[in-house]
């Protein structure tokens, strides 16, 4: 798994800047973001989590993958919803991965063009698939293009830690959130991740 190149200069400045930052980088040596690769599986697994606990996605995402053998958008378009659905799927979820399939199949969603595009613009290719919302396209920015400055402001979890440790436990608004972020500026992403850890060590992957 790739970690990315930016990740110890981008921990070096934060640490510099913010008391916070250098605590929480402090605390947790040795780890760091890192990326499955596949953009098309990122995406399935993040539609077959939506509202479950991770065990719950775990159990359908391995009957899914025993079902289509191999995870590549031919193969799921080619499923109907009624196989899909016997997996443990809601219908729904099994729709929007057909979606999903249609978007990579026909170029609609073109992986080799990101590298030339913005956040913003990856985003709102992404969130053109049913089933896919910002957040979703904001955690893919994270986990899986390793994007270095994402600050995904719907997120409860950022939420939740910033609160923690910058705003006296009060849950800020997302205006307020946005802003506080310029201040990790242009390493969101990295202060996201130590953010999250502060709240569960465990280290999540999409």
């Known amino acids: 798994m790739a970690t990315p190149e930016y990740w110890e200069h981008a921990c070096a400045e ?65 499923l109907g919803i009624d196989e899909l659905a016997a997996c443990g799927l809601s219908r729904r979820k099994a729709e929007y991965l057909r979606d999903l399939a249609g978007h990579f199949v026909d170029g609609r969603i073109e992986p080799s063009r990101w590298k030339r595009m913005t956040d913003e613009a990856v985003i709102a290719e992404l969130v053109d698939v049913r089933g896919v919302g910002r957040w979703t396209a904001e955690m893919f920015l994270i986990f899986n293009l390793l994007r270095p400055d994402v600050w995904p402001v719907d997120d409860i979890g950022l939420q939740k830690a910033v609160a923690l440790h910058y705003l006296g436990s009060e849950r800020p608004t997302p205006p307020l959130l946005r802003r506080h972020g310029e201040r990790h500026a242009p390493w969101r992403t990295v202060a996201t991740w130590y953010l999250w850890r502060s709240l569960d060590p465990a280290v999540v992957q999409y």
């Not at 605590?23 to 989590?49: C, H, K, N, S, W």
């Open 14 to 78: 934060l640490a510099t800047d913010d008391p916070v930052m250098a605590a929480l980088i402090e605390r947790y040596p040795g780890v760091a973001l890192t990326t499955r690769g596949d953009p098309f599986q990122t995406l399935a697994r993040a539609i077959v989590g939506q509202q479950i606990s991770v065990k719950a996605a775990d159990s359908v995402w391995a009957r899914f993958a025993g079902l289509v053998q191999t995870v590549h958008p031919e193969r799921v378009a080619g």
